[in-house]
């Protein structure tokens, strides 16, 4: 394979190693189902607006709740994005007020952003209880990123000088070398990425109305 080819290879090695990293990611399993347990707290003496209910809204750890109210995309020619339009309602335990209908709750903490939770809130007739165990999710750390870099850069050095390394090229003995580091550095990289990889874990949550 000559320069000219090579070079027009690193594009593809590059875009397929960099989908490999995030589909390493860890799903961790969500956590486990909270019990149906109300939380010490008053009710408000008024009734709610008309066509509302109340929903009290509970978590394992004191949480900031985001009502999802509206999503919009943005698109262009290499990649589409999403943006969600929430609304803060309260911090939990709380109770608030909501129309008829499947809600989108949304739980954040303030002091650790690693801790998530989404809860879809049916409401009906009657006074509805929601309990969420959040999920905790860690970012990839700095082992993850050197990890990252090393397999992308190891594995377009590898891949990009392998046909010169078994070629007539007189520099076949330079591409060996070439080509044996930069496996060598995607095979490191890819420790490092599983030792601090991503994990995702969704919250778990449980609802029941109120007699």
């Known amino acids: 394979m000559n320069h000219h080819a090579r070079r027009n290879l690193l594009p593809t090695v590059g875009l397929a190693l960099t ?15 909270p019990p149906q347990i109300l939380p010490e707290l008053a009710l408000p003496a008024e009734p709610p607006a008309p066509g509302h209910r109340r929903v009290i809204v509970d ?19 290499t990649r589409a994005v999403a943006a969600l339009h929430i609304r803060r309602l309260c911090v939990t335990p ?24 989404r809860a879809l809130v049916n409401v009906s007739d009657r006074t509805t209880a929601v309990r969420v165990h959040l999920g905790r999710n860690r970012m ?38 070439a080509s044996l ?21 969704s919250s778990s949550s449980t609802q029941w109305n109120l007699p």
Do not use: K
Not at 19 to 33: D, K, T
Not at 61 to 77: D, I, K, N, Q, R
Not at 94 to 117: M, N
């Open 19 to 33: 989908a490999f990293l995030p589909a390493c990611i860890r799903h961790a399993a969500p956590p486990p189902i």
């Open 59 to 77: 978590a394992d750890v004191p949480s900031t709740v985001h009502l999802v109210e509206g999503e919009s995309y943005a698109f262009s020619t």
């Open 94 to 117: 709380c109770v608030v007020e909501l129309p008829a209908g499947q809600h989108d709750l949304r739980f954040t903490v303030d002091d650790d952003a690693g801790l998530i939770g």
């Open 140 to 177: 990839p750390g700095f082992l993850a990123y050197t990890g990252g870099t090393l397999v992308i850069g190891g594995g377009v050095t590898a891949v990009s000088s392998l046909w010169g390394a078994f070629g007539d090229d007189p520099d076949a003995g330079t591409w060996r070398t």
């Open 181 to 201: 580091v930069g496996l060598a550095a995607a095979v490191i990289g890819t420790g490092l990425w599983f030792l601090d990889r991503p994990i995702l874990q």
